[in-house]
């Protein structure tokens, strides 16, 4: 063993110690949650580099930038060698570098936009209206229905037809409408030199199978292919490991239990497939999790082991004590929020970091009453998952500056640029954006464009400050505030009504152009990658609340899940059984999973849905759990919570946790009408069972778990 090696693997079992000291060929880590599997690649990664790997022969692909950039810096931890050469990332940014790189040889010309979801659904309205569908007919399917279906056959390989036909029958009548669509629109893309985050895979993928010079070029630089969340890969991300790790030396790592991207393509049989795209391949087993209390771990099972889909893990811990997972039962969603925030205030006055309490939600919208309840109490968060920063129409106002400075054929952005004007309407500015693109200069042509108008003025402005762009050597930072000379008065004007507000993202946005020296890779990044928009800026230090799959491989002491209400946990429109009600069971198991001491469970009974009432009753996925693995509080709409409480005074109690037979008396007694469908409860003779109907007022049908 060479110097290093010893201390790389200090703190890893022998399964991880294996896998680690794995030679070269593939290599396969199916294991569940918390097992070590991202901390395995972490030491694998030091250990190459330890061993004499150069760090840019070995390539990193994972599912956030943030991931990557963080097990980076814990490799250089480990090995106190410099680990910034390695290339980790996304696949989709990988994707982007390379391309850049390579493009040549699939005749793709380097200074490429990259184009978000907001602009693709601009392209498509637009190609919609020239084909005189401008929204007229109600029928015809909407800009976002289309771009699903065409990114949707990228996604999974599979044709526009058979998209239709397999899964949209109801839209087969405007089937050749979608392919004449996806033609214009295929061709736009490549007129402007734009791609789109499908583009990416896609081409890195052509790259890989169609150019063998290429393929050769990029397995003898990347001699090491690393990847974690395998399970949430698609096809095309498959194909492209296989074709790059041509010399077998690749490691993936992933939980089948826990994939949850399906809805964007990707497909956790890729796992399976693996073992067949690399014969020989070693297989690695981890079974110890490091992560959770036994309790959490137990309850977490039992999660998953109602999944239809039979995942044979077995995941123990030898961690002892711990307390069980609470269920607050809650009238409201205002009391489920103060159920929340008030015991975040306990823990963080109890000494715990507030930056070790996250609370995650399904989506993005379920923690609006808890936002509402932290700024109350001046506790302040960190929001994950929700709007991107760049999503906004006046940061990306400010972007199409300089995505014209570095790709002057950027049509979207001059359209951006030129509406900004006075009594330029959508017309005009095209016209104007075909002129000006059609020339080898468009900001020089802009100068030159024939005006009349007041608009005359204000073009010659727009043509100075695009102009003093263009200058080599400036930074981001300074690029930014030669674009707030021009735009500062334009942005007041356009958004009068609300600007102070609107001003604090481009604040963040400054921010952030100042974090790089190269105006390509900030444009980039904006459009790959774009920070939060209440996060940026963050230095890390309080409450996170986030959508739970925006949490996937992340961890906290302790963790709320919120919202398991039916009707929003699974998702109002997901059904059983099926593909849609497994995934969202699985995000149910990712979310519980990511706690390590403490988890608390939540629902609201009453819940409103667009403006209307409604009684809602407990997720099904936590009806379903064994009532032992939990303990039950109530949260009325006024006052603390009490534990113990959820069921009638009569002859039915609460059902007891082993952990709290104090509390398994009877709590205060809740009224005839507060019960409600979906409730657990409790019967002295009975047992626990789940209320299944409320035949008639006073009466309630209970189908007990031991009696039927
Ligand atoms: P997920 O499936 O959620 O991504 P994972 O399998 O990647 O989980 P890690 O995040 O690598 O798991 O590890 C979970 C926790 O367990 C981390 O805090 C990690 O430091 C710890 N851990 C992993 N392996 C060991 C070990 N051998 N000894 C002690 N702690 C460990
Ligand atoms: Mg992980």
């Known amino acids: 063993l060479f110097p290093a090696g010893e201390a790389i693997l200090e703190g890893l079992n022998p399964a991880q110690r294996a896998a680690v000291l794995h030679g070269s060929g593939p290599l396969l880590v199916i294991a569940g949650a918390g097992s070590g599997k991202t901390r395995m690649l972490v030491h694998r990664m030091a250990y190459l580099v330890a061993g004499g790997a150069a760090p840019e022969s070995i390539l990193l692909l994972t599912f956030t930038r943030k991931a990557a950039q963080n097990m980076l810096w814990r490799a250089a931890q480990l090995t106190g060698a410099n680990c910034r050469q390695v290339m980790g990332g996304t696949f989709h940014a990988t994707a982007n570098l390379l391309l850049r790189q390579y493009g040549r040889y699939l005749d793709i010309e380097p200074n490429f936009s990259i184009i978000d979801r907001a602009d693709a659904e601009g392209i498509i309205n637009l190609i919609k209206s020239s084909l005189g569908q401008s929204g007229a007919d109600k029928r015809f399917p909407s800009k976002r229905v289309i771009l699903n279906l065409i990114s949707g056959a990228v996604n999974k390989n599979a044709s526009l037809e058979e998209l239709v036909m397999t899964g949209a029958m109801h839209l087969v009548e405007f089937l050749d409408d979608f392919q004449e669509i996806a033609g214009h629109y295929a061709a736009f893309k490549r007129d402007h030199g734009l791609m789109d985050y499908d583009d990416l895979l896609v081409n890195w993928h052509r790259l890989l199978a169609e150019c063998e010079a290429a393929r050769a070029a990029l397995s003898a630089r990347f001699q090491h292919v690393l990847v974690d969340e395998y399970q949430d890969?698609?096809?095309?991300?498959?194909?492209?490991?296989?074709?790059?790790?041509?010399?077998?030396?690749?490691?993936?790592?992933?939980?089948?239990?826990?994939?949850?991207?399906?809805?964007?393509?990707?497909?956790?049989?890729?796992?399976?497939?693996?073992?067949?795209?690399?014969?020989?391949?070693?297989?690695?087993?981890?079974?110890?999790?490091?992560?959770?209390?036994?309790?959490?771990?137990?309850?977490?099972?039992?999660?998953?082991?109602?999944?239809?889909?039979?995942?044979?893990?077995?995941?123990?811990?030898?961690?002892?004590?711990?307390?069980?997972?609470?269920?607050?039962?809650?009238?409201?969603?205002?009391?489920?929020?103060?159920?929340?925030?008030?015991?975040?205030?306990?823990?963080?006055?109890?000494?715990?970091?507030?930056?070790?309490?996250a609370v995650l939600f399904r989506s993005a919208f379920h923690s609006f009453k808890l936002e509402i309840e932290l700024a109350g109490r001046s506790l302040t968060f960190e929001k994950r998952g929700g709007l991107k920063l760049t999503e906004s129409a006046h940061t990306k106002d400010v972007l199409a500056f300089f995505r014209v400075t570095v790709n002057p054929r950027d049509e979207l952005s001059w359209s951006r640029l030129l509406l900004q004007l006075d009594r330029v309407g959508p017309r005009t500015a095209q016209k104007i954006v075909r002129a000006i693109t059609a020339e080898a200069d468009p900001v020089a042509?802009?100068?030159?464009?024939?005006?009349?108008?007041?608009?005359?003025?204000?073009?010659?402005?727009?043509?100075?400050?695009?102009?003093?762009?263009?200058?080599?050597g400036q930074t981001p930072a300074a690029l930014f505030d030669a674009v707030m000379g021009y735009y500062q008065p334009v942005f007041e004007k356009l958004y009068f009504d609300d600007y102070p507000k609107r001003s604090r993202d481009l604040d963040q946005l400054k921010a952030l152009a100042a974090g790089y020296?190269?105006?390509?890779?900030?444009?980039?990044?904006?459009?790959?990658?774009?920070?939060?928009?209440?996060?940026?800026?963050?230095?890390?230090?309080?409450?996170?609340?986030?959508?739970?799959?925006?949490?996937?491989?992340?961890?906290?002491?302790?963790?709320?899940?919120?919202?398991?209400?039916?009707?929003?946990?699974?998702g109002q429109y997901v059904l059983p059984p099926g593909e849609q009600w497994e995934e969202e069971r699985r995000l149910f198991y990712v979310a519980a999973t990511r706690a390590k001491k403490r988890l608390f469970l939540s629902f609201p009974r009453e819940m409103f849905n667009s403006g209307q009432r409604v009684y809602a009753g407990m997720s099904s996925f936590v009806a379903e759990l064994k009532p032992v693995l939990y303990q039950t509080v109530t949260v009325e709409q006024q006052g603390p919570a009490r534990a113990g409480a959820g069921a009638p005074r009569t002859d039915a109690v609460p059902e007891p946790g082993p952990a709290s037979a104090a509390s398994s008396r009877l709590g205060p007694s809740l009224a005839p009408g507060e019960l409600l469908p979906g409730m657990r409860v409790g019967h002295a003779f009975f047992g626990p069972g789940t209320i299944s109907r409320l035949p008639a007022p006073g009466r309630v049908e209970v189908l007990f778990d031991r009696h039927g």
Request: overall charge negative.
């Open 233 to 357: 890969t698609n096809h095309l991300q498959a194909e492209i490991v296989r074709l790059l790790a041509g010399h077998g030396n690749v490691m993936v790592v992933g939980d089948d239990a826990q994939s949850i991207y399906s809805f964007r393509g990707a497909d956790f049989a890729n796992i399976m497939r693996f073992e067949k795209q690399f014969p020989g391949v070693r297989r690695v087993l981890l079974e110890q999790n490091y992560r959770s209390t036994r309790p959490i771990l137990e309850l977490s099972n039992d999660i998953i082991a109602h999944a239809e889909e039979h995942f044979d893990k077995a995941l123990f811990t030898e961690s002892e004590g711990g307390v069980l997972p609470e269920l607050a039962v809650c009238a409201n969603e205002a009391a489920e929020a103060r159920f929340v925030a008030d015991r975040v205030e306990q823990l963080v006055a109890g000494g715990l970091p507030a930056s070790e309490i």
């Open 517 to 570: 020296g190269d105006l390509r890779a900030f444009v980039d990044d904006t459009a790959l990658d774009p920070p939060e928009s209440e996060a940026a800026g963050e230095s890390g230090h309080r409450l996170v609340l986030s959508t739970i799959h925006s949490a996937k491989g992340l961890e906290w002491t302790v963790v709320f899940v919120i919202g398991l209400a039916v009707g929003r946990f699974p």
């Open 445 to 472: 042509a802009l100068g030159r464009y024939p005006g009349r108008g007041s608009w005359q003025a204000q073009l010659r402005q727009l043509v100075a400050c695009l102009t003093s762009l263009q200058g080599e």
